[in-house]
């Protein structure tokens, strides 16, 4: 988990308003009122900032989890990781899937499990290994396994997460926060308040923080407890105007976090098993079809590699702008349907015809085709390669696009379900952005030079696609 922390957000706006207060000294009257205007600016746009930040959260939340969580999400949940093993069972005869199964049968009887995990997650030096201590001696009314831990993989396999500070929540700490409630973890946000602050300041980090977090965490699920013993720094301020501080020993509290947890193993008990039993079954399902990715491209790529080809000898052939189109088209439209029979897709061969001119559309819209012919030409000419005819441009250009298509296919179908049925469109904003990321990985200038290498050496010995 990445806990490396920026600066606290309460305290970068500190900082912000203090930086104006000096400007506010420095620059006279009527220069303020420009002053003014940015500051409304900077408001606005930070505000607008953690505005979109939030919607972009929530739509993220839209995409990965169901918007309600009953026994029949997590019965279909189960059922998609059953697919997705059986699929890799299926397709990679040779491999020992065992624990994959095990993982599975354990999903079933879930709801028969008698304890519950809590972790404990938090950056060093905030006092969890202390509480932990303090929470294994209380009877909380369950059975409760505790795990300190700053992974946030181990952290999503608990039922209820304490996620500790010491202070102001940092930018990376409030993004873990929301990838924990983005899998549907029960989370609680603590502030251990240590002898560094005094109960003043407590009372404004601790109303910070409900502020804050308020639209995805509920104020009552934001506690302040002491969880470590040792001096606290008292501070007392007397009638002549004078300030007396000193130091009193502080015990430990978490009766109020204790009631809480109560409340929660008691009221919400199914709940949390539903929710982890829903995230393990995600979890499985992922790792199956990760590990089902790797069989197929393992038969994809040799595949893009000989339709590539296939395509620029049919270029290098006909050297004609109108004819390449046509040419390509076809193969590519033949590739995609190849492709699509080894990434279980279900596309027809009309069905496929239109989705290879709709990525041929793309290719040329997003000004790849001009970039590669540019590239290659110029490769051609700077390594002053020995065969090089009038076509070559060409068909090293329709290699070279094919291959870019038939890579972001890959990447397009490793993001869809196990299996789609017959007759769904594509995602052509997915599609796009998978061109985008291919088409980049492959203009590394050493790949294409070694690329144009092994393409003149095949057309200068290929004379027709029969022979490819």
């Known amino acids: 988990m990445a806990l490396k922390l920026a600066k606290p957000i309460l305290l970068t706006g500190i900082g912000i308003s203090a930086g104006f207060g000096l400007w506010d000294s420095f620059w006279h009257s009527s220069l303020m009122q420009g002053g003014e205007l940015i500051v409304a600016l900077l408001i606005a746009g930070g505000s607008g900032f953690w505005w979109l930040k939030h919607k972009r959260y929530q739509q993220r939340v839209s995409r990965v989890v169901p918007s309600s969580l009953d026994p029949q999400a997590v019965e279909e949940a189960i059922a998609l990781a059953e697919k997705a093993i059986y699929s890799l069972e ?26 519950l995990q809590l972790a404990i997650v938090g950056e060093k030096k905030v006092g969890k290994t202390s509480l932990k201590e303090i929470l294994e001696q209380r009877e909380i009314g369950e059975k409760l396994r505790f795990t300190e831990t700053d992974s946030l993989e181990l952290a999503k396999g608990s039922d209820l997460v304490l996620f500790f500070t ?53 104020a009552e699920d934001v506690l302040a407890i002491a969880a470590s013993t040792g001096a606290l720094k008292v501070r007392q301020h007397r009638e002549d105007g004078s300030v007396v501080e000193w130091l009193e020993d502080q015990s430990a509290e ?56 296939i395509a620029a000898a049919t270029a290098f052939a006909n050297p004609v702008a109108a004819g390449d189109l046509l040419a390509t088209a076809a193969i590519n439209t033949q590739m995609l349907v190849d492709l699509s029979a080894i990434y279980q897709q279900k596309l027809s061969f009309s069905q496929a015809s239109t989705a290879a001119a709709t990525i041929g559309q793309l290719i040329v819209k997003l000004g790849l085709v001009e970039l590669s012919t540019q590239t290659i030409g110029s490769i051609l000419k700077t390594n002053a390669f020995s065969y090089v005819a009038g076509g070559a441009v060409q068909g090293i250009s329709a290699a ?30 997915r599609m796009s952005a998978s061109l985008k990321q291919v088409f980049a990985q492959n203009q590394r200038t050493a790949f294409l030079s070694s690329f144009v290498k092994q393409a003149v050496a095949r057309l200068s010995s290929k004379s027709s696609p029969q022979t490819v």
Do not use: M
Request: aromatic content about 6%.
């Open 254 to 309: 978490v009766s109020n976090l204790s009631h809480c947890l109560q409340a929660i193993f008691s009221q919400e008990r199914e709940q949390l098993v539903l929710a982890s039993t829903w995230r393990q079954a995600v979890g499985l399902k992922e790792q199956a079809k990760q590990l089902l990715n790797e069989v197929r491209r393992h038969r994809a790529n040799p595949l893009v590699e000989k339709y590539q080809w």
């Open 400 to 429: 070279y696009l094919t291959r870019i298509a038939g890579l972001s296919l890959i990447e397009y179908f490793q993001e869809q379900e196990i299996s789609v049925e017959e007759g769904k469109g594509f995602n052509l904003a």
């Open 166 to 218: 010491a202070g102001d929540l940092t930018d990376s700490q409030w993004q873990v926060i929301q990838e924990l409630l983005l899998y549907r973890l029960r989370v609680l946000l603590i502030l251990n308040t240590p002898d560094r602050y005094l109960p003043e300041d407590h009372a404004l980090i601790l109303q910070q923080l409900r502020q804050r977090v308020g639209d995805l965490i509920p």
């Open 90 to 115: 299926r397709e990679a005869k040779d491999r020992d899937i065992s624990s994959l199964k095990q993982q599975l049968a354990q999903l079933t009887q879930a709801d028969k499990r008698q304890s």
